[in-house]
């Protein structure tokens, strides 16, 4: 698939530790600890289209214990920024339980700089959308973020 542009202004989130080991809005992490879509190799920036899934991405990979001390960055993504969409239907077995395909599909988009994001679909939240983010690629200077706020987790989340 080749590259589109967006023809409005899209909205991310990102949430992470404000004082961690790494910046809230970089792909450092991701070249310590690879997920589904990149190796250590290309690192991304993982994102969600939603609030609400990002919190449950969150939650998923963090086995329910969540440090008290997590911020959130709201991400702006300008008017004709170039993207891709990751096409399910033509990657069969996408979402099991190897992320090969994920993981070959992420890198070749990272190393072949073919947008400055990506859009993928939630593996906890099917129907949503994740967005991940290529630093290297230079269209991705025009992103930006506002100052983080701090994340007041509800404690109904922990109910056992």
């Known amino acids: 698939m080749s590259a589109q542009h967006t023809d409005q202004i899209l909205t991310a989130y990102r949430i992470g530790a ?12 991701s070249r ?3 997920g589904r879509w990149n190796k250590r190799s290309s690192p991304i920036v993982y994102c969600s289209q939603h609030y609400s899934t990002q919190i449950l991405e969150k939650l998923v990979h ?17 008017k ?10 033509t990657h069969s077995g996408w979402d099991g339980k190897s992320q ?15 947008s400055a994001i990506l859009l993928v679909p939630s593996i906890p939240a099917r129907f ?13 200077k025009a ?18």
């Open 80 to 89: 004709g920024i170039c993207y891709e969409k990751f096409q399910t239907a």
């Open 100 to 114: 090969r395909i994920c993981k070959e599909f992420g890198d070749r988009w990272v190393r072949e700089k073919r």
């Open 143 to 160: 992103i930006t973020y506002e100052r983080a706020k701090r994340i007041s987790w509800d404690d109904q989340l922990y109910r056992s």
């Open 18 to 29: 404000l004082n961690g080991k790494h910046p809230l809005y970089g792909d450092e992490g």
């Open 128 to 140: 949503e959308t994740n967005i991940l983010v290529n630093l290297a690629h230079d269209a991705s």
């Open 32 to 34: 310590f600890y690879p």
């Open 62 to 78: 963090a086995n329910g214990v969540m440090p008290p001390d997590l911020y959130f960055i709201t991400i702006s993504i300008p």
